[in-house]
């Protein structure tokens, strides 16, 4: 082979490259925002997100060739409808609606890119609380209404959501599948319900959106420690739905949490992408507007309600960190008695865990680890890498530096985020180089 056709090879793999990563990143960006608005036009989110699957596949065939265009969206959105007629026309068994749709797309042609850019011009918390609603509709069950949003908006892969729920990644993918063919069944509407059927879904969409935040604000797979796009989608929908619904305190109290922990997102990576933990971040840079506005939601949450639920009593525990100027100023005695409270309304491994860990700081590591490890054996924890590290963590306070490297070795082998695991083995590697300090 030539030096030039070498060259030329070289150079072509490279612009493939770069073309794909520009795939996947408008995606992790736009899929969402496409599917909602899919299924606004075809009442049916299995189909609409089998659409945006073949607009992803069609851009990933033609953006190395065409370049990628000047609004990756309206073209992925312009492809995607351009498929679901094609669907249309192939099926004429298909529903009266889905005739009615292919004519009247097929009859105005020209009209596609001006139709297109209204549609994606139009506000996208609508579309996409919308099909969040519509997905957390009581004829789902409740553990595959969250799975599913997750899914669909939120980007996460079956394995991801099955690690959030700390369930089987096949179990997670079978109530995704049942949840999109019930909702195509039952002939769910896309509109958002009523006050008297809110109260049925407010809990799941709650939850969904929650969840979303999580997985941005710590990524559970990736090379990225955080996906900061996901946190501002959440936090935005989050307030939509506030703005719905003034007098309910929980979701006045889910703002309020998610204001609070995005306040700290500039502080949680360092110059290179690499985690930096709580205890050591500059508090400098946490964001003093997204502070104020968390505890202002999180004082009108209060007081709507006496009985202070989940998310309200999240909030308050961001809020004494937020209110901390410095580390050591953390009230941890009043954060463990929260996460007491929380573990009365919202009990969980996870939230004891959490429990564990504020119950060390506020009255020591041996502390700390006697809950701990009351939850080895918890089945729920078994492939929760969390548990090793907090594990690790409190024996390293207490000098058992040969344990605790251990702990923390289990932990980096267990997680499935690549920044998270180099955090982990460092603090393996700090055990190499000398004795526990």
């Not at 305190?249 to 204001?259: I, N, P, R």
Request: glycine share 6%; aromatic share 4%; charged share 25%.
């Amino acid at each position: 082979m030539s030096t030039t056709t070498a060259t030329e090879d070289s150079g072509s793999a490279r612009k493939l490259r770069e073309t794909h990563r520009a795939v996947n990143a408008v995606w992790r960006i736009e899929s969402a925002r496409l599917i909602a608005g899919l299924t606004r036009l075809v009442r049916d989110v299995g189909l609409a997100e089998d659409l945006a699957q073949d607009a992803l596949v069609a851009a990933l065939e033609q953006w190395p060739e065409s370049g990628v265009p000047d609004n990756p969206g309206a073209w992925l959105m312009t492809t995607a409808k351009h498929r679901g007629i094609d669907r249309i026309r192939q099926n004429e068994r298909r529903a009266r609606r889905h005739e009615e749709m292919a004519r009247d797309l097929s009859s105005r042609p020209s009209a596609y890119t001006s139709e297109l850019e209204l549609d994606l011009d139009e506000p996208i918390e609508d579309d996409l609380l919308r099909l969040i609603f519509m997905c957390c509709h009581p004829v789902v069950g409740p553990e595959a209404r969250v799975a599913l949003v997750l899914r669909v908006l939120g980007g996460l892969t079956t394995e991801e959501i099955a690690r959030a729920y700390l369930v089987a990644t096949p179990t997670i993918a079978q109530r995704i599948v049942r949840a999109k063919r019930t909702l195509t069944e039952q002939k769910v509407s896309f509109d958002l319900p009523g006050r008297e059927e809110l109260a049925d879904r407010l809990a799941s969409v709650l939850e969904a959106i929650y969840l979303i935040f999580n997985e941005g604000y710590a990524a559970t797979a990736g090379a990225d420690w955080t996906r900061p796009a996901l946190c501002e989608e959440a936090l935005r929908l989050g307030r939509v739905l506030a703005e719905l619904t003034p007098r309910e305190a929980e979701v006045h109290g889910l703002v309020a949490l998610m204001e609070l922990q995005a306040s700290r997102l500039r502080a949680r990576s360092g110059p290179g992408g690499e985690p930096i933990l709580l205890l050591d971040q500059n508090r400098a840079r946490w964001d003093q507007l997204l502070i104020r506005r968390g505890l202002v939601a999180l004082d009108r949450a209060e007081a709507l309600s006496e009985n202070a639920g989940p998310y309200t009593l999240q909030a308050a525990i961001a809020a004494c960190h937020a209110r901390a100027r410095r580390p050591d100023d953390t009230d941890w005695p009043r954060i463990a008695a929260l996460y007491y409270g929380l573990t009365q309304v919202a009990s969980s491994p996870v939230v004891e865990l959490n429990r564990a860990v504020a119950i060390g700081m506020a009255y020591g590591p041996a502390a700390g680890l006697a809950l701990v490890d009351q939850l080895v054996e918890e089945p729920a924890l078994r492939d929760y890498h969390l548990l090793p590290s907090v594990r690790g963590d409190l024996l390293a306070k207490l000098g058992r530096g040969d344990e605790a490297r251990a702990e923390f070795a289990r932990a980096a082998a267990m997680t499935r985020n690549e920044r998270e695991r180099a955090l982990l083995l460092a603090r393996v590697d700090g055990f190499d180089r000398g004795p526990t300090g």
